[in-house]
């Protein structure tokens, strides 16, 4: 019988400068941010728009989508920790007794921003989409994220391969002929690599969603890139769960579902009902 088993023990730190570690799932962030505004660029190209509202987006979507991430991960899922942490809620550092910060701030190290929640970023993608409509009067909100659709998806895999490397958002242990085992968290027993399970289901989401826009018929009919993307996008989220150990939140008081299946619900719905309305929208005008 064939076992295919992986020990890994990544080292998760890429560089060192300064006393200042860049993490490689720091790397998979700026890399998800980078070719977003690249796809975002080819879009408007593509469509003849004007490309000064380019790096207006882009600052206001890398602010509300950490933003947004950063607060869903106290939020939803770590409030009992951060409730007496509040100066690690959007600080790069966690409270170490025996560490000092550069040497100035005893009892703190500096760890990079290793919690950070999807549910949270797609709220804050909306509201940073609101925020920039209504600054710059440019197109409407279903336009915008239609397209945005597609450089998430394939950020959100980037950001599962980094959460791969850091060790983080772990799979159950494994009774099958599969599994990862990781070493550099002290382990002997494999688990499923739920990290790159999602990360797959993403890059497949982002195919499908790049096929779909070339196709005219679906770019002019606003809503229906969105409601395939949060169907398809939550559907993957709600799927992996089931491998996933649990990262607690609100399924103390919830239960049944995991918090992250509990978050994917009501995207789920706000799909179908984008994808019901152009339906019946089509259905009225023939």
Known sequence: MLIYQINWSPDEVLIE???????????????????????????????????????????????????????????????GYYQNHLVEILLPIQESPNSSLLGLIDGYEFTGYRGLASHGAAIGVFIGLYLFIKRYNFKNFLWIFDRLTIPISIGGAFVRIGNFF???ILGKYTDSNWGIIFENRGETLPRHP?????????????????????????????????????????????????????????????????????????????????????????RSVN
């Open 194 to 282: 739920a990290q790159l399970y999602e990360s797959l289901g993403y890059i497949i989401l982002f195919f499908i969603l790049y096929r779909l826009y070339q196709s005219q018929n679906v770019r002019d009919r606003q809503g229906i890139l969105s409601g395939y993307f949060l169907i398809g996008l939550c559907f993957i989220r709600f799927m992996v769960e089931f491998v996933k150990e649990s990262q607690g939140g609100i399924e103390s008081f919830l239960p049944g579902l995991s918090t992250g299946q509990w978050l994917s619900i009501p995207f789920i719905i706000l799909g179908l009902i984008l994808l019901l309305k152009k339906k019946g929208d089509i």
């Open 166 to 168: 850091n060790s983080e």
């Open 17 to 79: 400068i300064l006393g200042f570690s860049i993490y490689v799932y720091s790397l998979m962030f700026i890399l998800a941010f980078f070719v977003g505004f690249k796809l975002f660029q080819s879009f408007f190209i593509k469509e003849n728009v004007d490309q000064k509202y380019l790096d207006p987006m882009l600052v206001y979507m890398v602010i509300s989508i950490f933003l947004g991430a950063r607060l869903g991960e106290v939020f939803f899922y770590q409030w």
